[in-house]
Each structure stands twice: as C-alpha cells, then as structure tokens.
C-alpha cells in the first residue's frame, strides 16, 4: 500500500485528543443547561434554543469522532483508505482532507446524489 498509514494515524489520534477535549467541555456546558429549573416546555422551549447551537455542534462533533474511530480501528485491521462501497483505494487527495473518509470520490458523490433524489 502506497499510502502512510502511521502519518494518518497520527493525524486521526490528535484529532481524536482535540475532539474529546471539545466534547468533554461542551457536555458539561450542557449538563448545567439541563440542571437548570425547567417548569414546563415553554421553559425547555427557551433553554433549549440557547443550547440549540452548542447541541447541533456536540452532535456533529461526536459523530465525527465516531467517525475517527472507526477509522482507526480500520487502520488496525489493514483495511484504512478503501473505499467501503467499490472496494477501490480512496483517493490520497481525498484523505488529505478527510483523514476518516469511508468512500472515494466517485461513490460519494453517487450517494449525495442518490440522497438528494430521495428527500
Ligand atoms: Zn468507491
């Protein structure tokens, strides 16, 4: 394999370190939300659009660390950088940028496409 998998690994580890200490900050930041007082769901309603956007970004935030640990678990295994649909090597290019890209270009364009059809 052409690819250098110890410096993806290396990347995806400190990502890892950097997501975690985010996640780590912005759920406690949305326990003392949820501590608060709520009477009823107007309340909630209000409590809940302040947090709305840290929420939006703690969800996002944690689905890409799922997403980097999937990826290192792949590179464990020998299969990181192959595309999961077409079983084709992704793109280096494309791993340059998203480090934990499950698909290569082509199968990712077909499934936005594909995605966009079905809305
Ligand atoms: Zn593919």
Known sequence: MSINLKHYKEILLMRKAELEKILYN???????????EIKDEGDFAAASMDSGRDYQIFLAQKKE????NEALKKIDEGTYGICEMC???????????????????????????????HK
């Open 87 to 117: 079983d084709e090597p992704i793109q280096e290019e494309r791993l340059k940028i998203k480090p934990y890209a499950k698909y290569c270009i082509i199968c990712r364009e077909y499934i936005e496409k594909e995605g966009k059809k």
């Open 26 to 36: 912005l759920s406690n930041e949305i326990n003392d939300i949820n501590r608060c």
């Open 65 to 68: 660390l799922e997403e980097i």
